[in-house]
């Protein structure tokens, strides 16, 4: 399995930049995006820790997803999850955070069409601090656009413990290179 | 909610409907998908999708919320019939997402749900697993979202 050694580094590096969308003129283009193609097949980085805190479990579920097994300990501990767990919908939204902050923001990124697959492993307690590895699986230039390439991602949570919380196989839409350095707009 | 043995296959509910403000896009947004064409709406114009477009993810959580609201509806009428309520478990998770077009700000979406597949579960009886096709459609008739979900569905007269 590769490592992605060299580019790992300058991912990471932007995580703690102030603004995650610097202002979108040629500049900043040439200097920090990253193309189609800086997504080739293998491991692509691992971002994280993020603590998830009890209060924002329970916000989350209750303006999205309020089932007892989300909002209310006693109902949670009889449930088939045993114990309060958040929202498969929050993790989600948590993993898209965390994509952005690492390094979506920094990507000449059009957009996702879906998602193949995701599973829900395992629950996210209250107070977990989770991480998130990002693999490529698949990157191939478009047929229909073809300035532009399809990254599919293989995208894992995992607890402190090293226990896989989530899994998700999904494609985003990059523009590719020539046409980010060109300059043409979104 | 049903219980498995009250679902059939091809079984259609409408679950209800949201409409997505630019407040609601750009709140969700900001808190969790904080790219340009979700939180401006210029950048949203020039973008691929052509306005300030709602995350996915708000999507499929609202498609959550009204699930939510729609089964804790069934559940009081249950109650008032004196019937027994069932409480559904947790989802293993889902395939075939699809965002097919865009959620712009303003748009009205009208979510259902039906049922596909149907089996019970080898390592808990008292269990069943449901997929069901959840889908989105917009004020002017168009599918926006898709997505195939899978629940954990209580069987009846299980001593769970």
Known sequence: MRTGGLRLPQITATIGLPSANPPFNRHSILRMTLSFEDFPPGRFGTFGPRRVTREEVLAFAAEYDPQPMHLDEEAAARSMLGGLSASGWHLCSIMMRMMCDGFIGRTASLGSPGVNELRWLAPLRPGDDITLDMDVVEARVSRSRPETGIVTFRAVVRNAAGQELCEMISPVIVRRRAAVTSGQAG | ?160
């Not at chain 2, 409408?14 to 064409?37: H, L, M, N, V």
């Not at chain 2, 004196?82 to 478990?89: L, V």
Request: net charge neutral; charged share 25%.
């Open chain 2, 1 to 160: 909610m049903r219980f498995f043995e009250d679902i059939e296959i091809g079984q259609r509910r409408e679950i209800g409907s949201f409409t997505f403000t630019a407040d609601a896009i750009k709140t969700f947004a900001t808190q969790f998908d904080p790219q340009r064409f979700h939180l401006d709406e210029e950048a949203g114009r020039q973008s691929l999708f052509g306005g300030l477009a709602a995350s996915g993810w708000h999507v499929g959580s609202v498609c959550m919320k009204l699930l939510v609201a729609d089964g804790q509806r069934q559940a009081r009428e249950a109650a008032a019939r004196g019937d027994e309520i069932a409480i559904w478990g947790p989802s293993p998770g889902f395939r075939e997402l699809r965002w097919i077009k865009p959620v712009l700000a303003g748009d009205t979406i009208s979510f259902a749900g039906q049922i596909e597949t149907m089996r019970t579960s080898e390592k808990r009886p008292e269990w069943g697993i449901v997929q069901a096709r959840h889908t989105g459609t917009n004020q002017r008739g168009e599918l926006v979202y898709s997505l195939l979900a899978t629940a954990f569905v209580p069987r009846r007269n299980s001593n769970s």
